[in-house]
Structures are given as structure tokens and as C-alpha cells.
């Protein structure tokens, strides 16, 4: 499968300086073009979207707590097999969760921050074609997951500057509604990605 991330993460992050009685307010935007191929010919392809806001509270020197959401959408076309037909699956998600943060001010300049994440959501899954007399099909599913995100901040001006993910670690479990069909993965995400943001804290008085 090769990606190509078209945008990633537009994003508002509070992490250097993460003073006591200070607002967290942001999220992410993601948008990727997917392409899977076999031997140089194309079998598939389509596009991603994702939207994450976050909204914490830094109620200790360095701590933060808060929710985040997540809606996403994914839609694949792909051919049918000795067929000129073609084949649809999309996916829409939705997902909502609680999170902590750590951050560790490195010099003026840097800083490191995790977060661990416990969510839960759900989603659709709509297959279809355009085989004449085909009928479409629905399934949904709930997932359950917890992760954590290691990250690097780049301090420009009053907290003010770029952020940098470098991967993740996580266990999520997904369930077909109405079936016993259950699916648990455990991964490791460090390397295979970097995800860009501008970051900004906000002050109480």
C-alpha cells in the first residue's frame, strides 16, 4: 500500500511552558491520498480525512488533562476480479476520549511531551458496486483503544512553534455490532511517520 499525505496535521498543541491554570484548545487535520498496487498495475485507490479537536486544562506544572474527538471518513474503490466492474467500501468514524500529558522542557528552544490516550467509538462500513442489480450492505462496529504519543516541540515565541509526533504505542479492540467477529491489536508505530503541527498555550488569569 503506498500513502500519499496530502496535509497533516493542522494542529494546535500546547506543550512548551505548560504552566499551572493554563487552556489546552486545538485538534488536527489530516488528508491522504491511498494508492495499492501490484505489478505496476493499480488495484486500488481513494482518499482519507480526519479532524481530532482537543480541549484540556493544565491543572499542574507540566500536566495536562483534557477530551478529544475524532471524526474521520475513508472511501477505497477497488476493481472486481476478471470483471471491467468496480467495488466501494467507506468507512466513517467516530471516536471520543480522554487523554493526559506529561511535558519536560528540554532548554528555551525544546521540549518533549507524551500523551496517553483512552478512547472508545464507533463506525460505518457501507460496501457497494456498480454490478448491475448489486446491492449495497451496512455494518457497524464499536472500538476501544488506549495509546500513547511521544512528541518534540520547537519553541519559536511565546510558546508559539511547531510540534513534531514521532509514532505511537497502542492496544485497540474492534467488534462487529450484532456478531461475535472481534479483532485486538497491539502495535508499534515509532518511525513509520512524522506528523507536523504549529502549537500555541493559552493563559487564565
Given at each position: 500500500?503506498?500513502?500519499l ?36 498495475t ?8 480526519e ?23 475513508e ?18 468514524t ?20 507524551g ?10 462500513l457501507t ?19 488506549v ?42 508505530g ?14 487564565l488569569?
Open positions: 500500500m503506498k500513502k499525505l496530502v496535509v497533516s496535521a493542522i494542529a494546535l498543541f500546547g506543550a512548551m511552558n505548560a504552566q499551572k491554570n493554563t487552556i489546552l484548545v486545538g485538534g488536527n487535520i489530516s488528508l491522504e491520498s491511498v494508492k495499492n498496487k501490484s505489478n505496476s493499480t488495484t486500488s485507490e481513494g482518499n482519507a480525512f479532524f481530532n479537536p482537543t480541549i484540556g486544562y493544565q491543572f499542574a506544572d507540566n500536566w495536562t488533562a483534557g477530551v478529544r474527538l475524532g471524526v474521520g471518513t472511501k477505497i474503490t477497488m476493481p472486481i476480479t476478471a470483471t471491467s466492474y468496480e467495488a466501494t467500501k467507506k468507512t466513517n467516530f471516536t471520543y476520549g480522554v487523554f493526559g500529558r506529561y511535558t519536560l522542557p528540554l532548554n528555551e528552544t525544546f521540549a518533549a511531551f500523551d496517553l490516550d483512552v478512547y472508545a467509538g464507533n463506525g460505518k460496501y457497494s458496486s456498480n454490478v448491475p442489480g448489486d446491492v449495497s450492505s451496512t455494518s457497524k462496529t464499536t472500538n476501544f483503544g495509546k500513547f504519543t511521544p512528541n518534540l516541540f520547537i519553541n519559536f515565541k511565546n510558546s508559539f512553534g511547531l510540534n513534531f509526533n514521532i509514532g505511537s504505542l497502542g492496544y485497540e479492540t474492534n467488534k462487529l455490532k450484532d456478531s461475535d467477529i472481534k479483532t485486538n491489536s497491539f502495535g508499534f515509532f518511525g513509520k511517520g512524522v506528523t507536523v503541527g504549529i502549537s500555541k498555550n493559552f493563559g488569569k
